[in-house]
């Protein structure tokens, strides 16, 4: 029975969250104060962490911030009335799996939970498998066409075992590790699998949702929101290396492309 440390200060919100995660077999143990929070994080195990951003004594993201430094931080699913961009993209470059804003349906947020779990799950399983065997491979979702109507079955895996250098990227998939410019981007696993695509069919332009299909185990987890906060992320940590340059574009009314020119 997964475990879900509930911080959250409106009881009425809380009564919703915890009923719903329970009824689909979640144990919930819910904190009112953001101190309460880490004090339960220092003493006990849990799988998920909902976090209300507007806290009366701690904000969410400083919760967030020593939840990490303690290396207590289990997957992190935000849960605010704040909707604003800054707020979505803050907390996803401070290391959160997904955003809800209030109001939200119950039924969804349990969604969004169970997905990045089995997501998280899958993650830590290939990178043991990757620790243990030296002839790990990289599955790529893309396809060298450009432009055409998305269809799941142009989206086949695609080995890769050596290093893929294009342009002032290098890939190394056995490290699960994206350089550019020669210097190590810190990315999530979302990040990696989103920028790896690109790398590999620089130019090619792709839509919001087949980003989704990229970079989530569940599609149905994310947004069209959710894929420009996550692009905005990854322009930002590239910006931190070359301030000059911008290789991840918007191409108007269809998505994104890599533009190795730029």
Same mark, same amino acid.
């Given at each position: 029975?997964?475990?879900?440390?509930?911080?959250?200060?409106?009881?009425?919100? *809380?009564?919703?969250?915890?009923?719903?995660?329970?009824?689909?077999?979640?144990?919930?143990?819910?904190?009112?104060?953001?101190?309460?929070? %880490?004090?339960?994080?220092?003493?006990?195990?849990?799988?998920?962490?909902?976090?209300?951003?507007?806290?009366?004594?701690? =904000?969410?993201?400083?919760?967030?911030?020593?939840?990490?430094?303690?290396?207590?931080?289990?997957?992190?699913?935000?849960?605010?009335?704040? =909707?604003?961009?800054?707020?979505?993209?803050?907390?996803?470059?401070?290391?959160?799996?997904?955003?809800?804003?209030?109001?939200?349906?119950?039924?969804?947020?349990? *969604?969004?939970?169970?997905?990045?779990?089995?997501?998280?799950?899958?993650?830590?399983?290939?990178?043991?498998?990757?620790?243990?065997?030296?002839?790990?491979?990289?599955?790529?979702?893309?396809?060298?066409?450009?432009?055409?109507?998305?269809? =799941?079955?142009?989206?086949?895996?695609?080995?890769?075992?050596?290093?893929?250098?294009?342009?002032?990227?290098?890939?190394?998939?056995?490290?699960?590790?994206?350089?550019?410019?020669?210097?190590?981007?810190?990315?999530?696993?979302?990040?990696?699998?989103? %920028?790896?695509?690109?790398?590999?069919?620089?130019?090619?332009?792709?839509?919001?949702?087949?980003?989704?299909?990229?970079?989530?185990?569940?599609?149905?987890?994310?947004?069209?929101?959710?894929?420009?906060?996550?692009?905005?992320?990854?322009? *930002?940590?590239?910006?931190?290396?070359?301030?000059?340059?911008?290789?991840?574009?918007?191409?108007?009314?269809?998505?994104?492309?890599?533009?190795?020119?730029?």
């Amino acid at each position: 029975m997964p475990h879900v440390l509930l911080a959250e200060d409106e009881s009425s919100i *809380a009564d919703n969250v915890t009923y719903a995660l329970t009824t689909e077999g979640f144990q919930v143990t819910w904190a009112k104060m953001g101190n309460e929070a %880490l004090d339960l994080l220092k003493t006990q195990n849990f799988d998920f962490l909902i976090l209300d951003i507007g806290l009366p004594d701690l =904000s969410g993201f400083d919760v967030l911030r020593q939840a990490q430094k303690m290396n207590r931080c289990p997957p992190v699913l935000i849960l605010t009335a704040r =909707s604003e961009e800054i707020d979505r993209v803050l907390g996803l470059e401070l290391g959160a799996d997904d955003y809800v804003v209030k109001p939200f349906s119950p039924r969804e947020l349990s *969604a969004r939970v169970r997905a990045i779990l089995r997501r998280t799950k899958s993650s830590s399983t290939n990178s043991e498998s990757v620790g243990n065997n030296d002839n790990s491979t990289l599955e790529v979702s893309v396809h060298p066409s450009l432009m055409r109507p998305y269809n =799941s079955s142009l989206f086949k895996p695609e080995t890769k075992s050596a290093p893929l250098e294009i342009g002032p990227f290098r890939v190394n998939p056995e490290k699960r590790e994206i350089c550019y410019m020669s210097k190590v981007l810190a990315l999530t696993a979302q990040e990696y699998h989103l %920028l790896n695509a690109f790398i590999s069919n620089p130019g090619r332009v792709y839509s919001r949702e087949q980003i989704m299909n990229i970079a989530w185990e569940e599609p149905l987890s994310a947004t069209p929101r959710t894929v420009d906060a996550h692009i905005k992320t990854i322009r *930002a940590k590239l910006r931190d290396i070359n301030s000059q340059a911008e290789p991840l574009k918007t191409s108007r009314g269809h998505g994104y492309v890599l533009d190795l020119e730029s």
